[in-house]
Nanobody, 126 residues
C-alpha cells in the first residue's frame, strides 16, 4: 500500500510561487506514473499535471501550461509541482496521486489513479 503525503501549500499573493512536494512510503515511486489534481469548493476535480515513471513524458491542463512544472526524483521517492505566476483561480486543495502500470495522457485526463494523498491547501489572494 503506497502512502502519499503532500506538503508545501499555503497562502500566496497573485503572481507568487509555491512548490508542492509529494513523498511516498510503502512503495517505490519509480514504478508509478504520478500526477497532481486539484479540487476547489463546489467544483469537480481537475487534473493539473502528470509525469510518467521516468520523467520523460509530462502532461498539463491547458490553464497551467507555462506556469506549472511537474518533476520527480525517484531516488528520493518524491514528486514536485512548481507553481509560478499563481492566479486566484488556482485556489484549491491539491492532491498527489500514483498510477500503477502504463501511464499515458489518457490516464492523466481520466484521473486514473490507484493511490492519492490527503491534499494540501493552496490559496491565492488577489
Amino acid at each position: 500500500q503506497v502512502r502519499l503525503v503532500e506538503s508545501g501549500g499555503g497562502l500566496v499573493q497573485a503572481g507568487g510561487s509555491l512548490r508542492l512536494s509529494c513523498t511516498a512510503s510503502g512503495g517505490t515511486l519509480s514504478s508509478y506514473g504520478m500526477g497532481w489534481f486539484r479540487q476547489a469548493p463546489g467544483k469537480e476535480r481537475e487534473s493539473v499535471a502528470g509525469i510518467n515513471w521516468s520523467g520523460g513524458d509530462t502532461y498539463y491542463v491547458h490553464s497551467v501550461k507555462g506556469r506549472f512544472t511537474i518533476s520527480r526524483d525517484n531516488a528520493l521517492n518524491t514528486v514536485y509541482l512548481q507553481m509560478n505566476s499563481l492566479k486566484p483561480e488556482d485556489t484549491a486543495v491539491y492532491y498527489c496521486a500514483a498510477a500503477r502500470g502504463q501511464y499515458s495522457v489518457r490516464d492523466f485526463l481520466a484521473l486514473r489513479y490507484d493511490y492519492w494523498g490527503r491534499g494540501t491547501q493552496v490559496t491565492v489572494s488577489s
